[in-house]
């Protein structure tokens, strides 16, 4: 009856004479749901970042002429301007039904090593862009009595440790929406938000991903990256690669949430589309503990890794009370290991150990 309920008797709003604006049309779903939007007979505005890229060149080769791409970077305010220019100059006998906030960009990294600029540049998109577009239109969607969608995040409220300047900026979006939501009522204006958890799109790209993040280390400062150490870091890359891994193929899931925020006559406040194995985790760990979810978290992301700086506190430790309380300890058995704590740290620091270097090791 729900699978029923869902795809043929919800009654949907006529197209006749609506247009839509999606912005992030270059690629994911932002793309997808362009084409879908036409072929339903939509007026489209399709704002991509590089009009002249692949993906603004396949909508236009694809689609008919109610779509049309415009430029459009959700961080400047010029830009966000000339798009509302263009958008009122071929609205015609249209209105603008509904803008589709879909820009967005992704990064791994932990707070610590994570420049400033990094983290602001993914809140401008994220957040900041959501807003200055949102302003931008609202004049239009009051006028139609329309409907504004943002694609959030389940990341925005639940928090995951390793992408936390994601998490922020979707936090952020979240709140708009709601504060957004309430404030529209008395216009007649919806604010949807469409929570997807990990979906196979090039933002979740695992190679796109760990690329960035490799980026992001190196502009770390060096003290920094001295005490959590190679060895921390690629286990922190290996954790990333996991994850995004479990990303859903199944995209038409949010695919269909869009669709339904922007025709449905009665559409959700909010959509969270996951994987039904997600979903039930994300839920779990609401209702659990705050202390049990976030050792989870934590668990799930260091897996018993321990920045090299605590690796070594902990190797003193062990050394001062070897000292100072074994006093029976032979000096054969402190020179093996001393020997091999200097192995380690060599080897931490990617020189290997040789032959050689064993054997002399052993003459100490």
Not at 129 to 149: E, Q
Not at 210 to 219: H, P, V
Request: proline share 4%.
């Amino acid at each position: 009856m729900t699978i029923t309920r869902r795809y043929f008797l919800k009654k949907k709003v006529s197209s006749d004479g609506k247009a839509v604006l999606i912005t992030g049309c270059d690629s994911g779903f932002g793309h997808k749901i362009a084409k879908r939007m036409e072929s339903l007979g939509y007026c489209v505005f399709a704002a991509c970042l590089n009009p002249q890229g692949e993906g603004a060149k396949e909508l236009t080769d694809q689609c008919s002429s109610r779509l049309q791409v415009l430029p459009l970077d959700v961080t400047s305010d010029q830009s966000v301007q000339s798009a509302k220019e263009y958008v009122l100059e071929h609205l015609g006998n249209n209105v603008l039904w509904a803008v589709l906030n879909n820009a967005g960009i992704a990064l791994a990294g932990e707070i610590e090593w994570t420049p400033l600029e990094e983290f602001e540049k993914v809140y401008q998109v994220n957040a900041a862009g959501t807003l200055k577009v949102t302003k931008a239109f609202l004049p239009l969607l009051r006028k139609s009595k329309g409907r504004l969608i943002n694609n959030t995040s389940t990341c925005g409220e639940f928090i995951c440790p390793g992408f936390v300047a994601y998490c922020v900026s979707k936090s952020a979006a979240i709140a708009l929406s709601v504060g957004l939501r309430i404030e529209m009522m008395k216009w007649g204006v919806r604010v949807i938000s469409i929570q997807p958890f990990f979906y196979k799109t090039p933002i979740t790209d695992q190679n796109t991903a760990i690329e960035m993040a490799e980026r992001t280390w190196l502009k770390s400062d060096p003290h920094t990256r001295e005490d959590y150490g190679e060895r921390y870091k690629d286990n922190f890359l290996e954790s990333t690669r996991k994850l995004l891994k479990r990303s859903s193929p199944r995209v038409e899931d949010v695919l269909y949430c869009f669709e339904d925020a922007l025709t449905a006559e009665e559409p959700l406040s909010t959509y969270m589309p996951a994987y039904f194995p997600d979903k039930l985790g994300i839920k779990m760990l609401k209702y659990l503990p705050s202390v049990v979810g976030e050792y989870y978290l934590r668990y799930q992301l260091e897996r018993g890794h321990k920045p090299a700086a605590l690796r070594k506190a902990k190797k003193v430790s062990v050394m001062w009370i070897a000292v100072h309380y074994c006093p029976t300890a032979t000096r054969k058995t402190l020179s093996r290991v001393a020997a091999s704590r200097r192995v380690e740290e060599r080897r931490e620091t990617g020189i290997k150990s040789t032959t050689t270097f064993g054997k002399l090791t052993a003459l100490r």
